[in-house]
């Protein structure tokens, strides 16, 4: 089994959000899986294997533990799976996770770029009840600096954080997080990341700026470009921040400027009679071989 690492949501190396990928994984334990993940040390790696129900299944590992789902890991897998002919690329793929099965839309530009949307779950969300001043303490801010006309929520669209609204773009150099306190500051949900988020971007074309600090349970400080946090912030901003009242629109999500690998994620909006669908593109690039497992 070959060991590959991929940049996702950018399609220059050394951008976007780093992930590891096996493409042959049917043999490995879940045990397997996590060890290769601790060794890797990505915030994500993902395993591909057949699915008697999909196109492909896949898992996702931290180097603590197992997500449920992930963006970029999904990105970077399938790009994998297609590079090296494991996956034969059409118009609409299946793959089954941890939350269901998920529709993947395959298209190329016209440089041969390989573009993946990427169906999300159903957005939820749930309330933050704890201290707004530990909370801004926690990723080295002041309370002052938390906005005030949005609210700050859990949400998920497969994965749970806490989308935190955030005043101003010049706070997120200053960002300086505290992993391990988040567990007591988010007594709803123990598990979750932090993900602030603001509507100053750096470009004019992006509609949000965001960074996205773990878990202290995954192993890892901060995911440079996330694609789960973004889709749930593209049905917060439906939700609690726009007046647009169209049945479907997009959002351009940026992120990982302040840790120097650039990259954006497109979030697709559908309004439903119950909540929202939502579907992320993105893209994924071979940066190497990281090895083999045998």
């Not at 299944?57 to 090296?84: K, S, V, W």
């Not at 949005?150 to 150099?173: D, E, H, N, Q, R």
């Not at 049905?235 to 302040?258: H, L, P, R, W």
């Amino acid at each position: 089994m070959r060991i590959y690492h991929y940049d996702a949501f950018s399609n220059i190396p050394g951008k976007g959000n780093p992930a590891g990928v096996v493409i042959e994984a049917d043999a490995l334990t879940t045990e397997k899986m996590q060890g290769i993940a601790e060794k890797i040390g990505f915030n994500e790696t993902a395993f591909a294997m057949k699915s008697e129900v999909a196109d492909i299944q896949l898992r996702y590992f931290t180097p603590g533990h197992e997500m449920n789902l992930c963006g970029h890991g999904t990105m970077a897998a399938i790009h994998a799976l297609i590079d090296h002919d494991f996956l034969n690329e059409k118009g609409e793929i299946r793959v089954e996770t941890k939350v269901g099965i998920l529709n993947v839309k395959l298209g190329r530009s016209e440089h041969g770029r390989v573009w993946m949307t990427m169906q999300q779950a159903m957005p939820v969300f749930e309330a933050f009840l704890g201290s707004r001043a530990d909370l801004a303490k926690s990723i080295g801010l002041v309370e002052a600096d938390l906005a005030e006309e949005w609210p700050i929520m859990y949400g998920s669209t497969g994965t749970w954080t806490l989308l935190v609204p955030i005043k101003k773009l010049a706070s997120f150099a200053k960002m300086n997080p505290n992993n391990d306190r988040f567990p007591a500051i988010l007594q709803e949900m123990p598990h979750a990341s932090v993900h602030p988020f603001c509507v100053e971007t750096f470009d004019y074309s992006a509609t949000m700026h965001a960074r996205h600090f773990s878990s202290p349970y995954s192993g890892t400080i901060e995911d440079p470009v996330t694609g789960t946090a973004s889709g749930v912030m593209g049905a917060y901003y439906a939700e609690y921040m726009t007046d647009n009242i169209d049945k479907s629109f997009e959002i351009i999500v940026e992120q990982g400027m302040e840790v120097g690998r650039d990259g954006k994620v497109v979030v697709h909006v559908e309004r439903l009679d119950a909540g929202y669908a939502i579907e992320v593109t993105g893209t994924a690039v071979l940066v190497g071989e990281i090895g083999e497992y045998c």
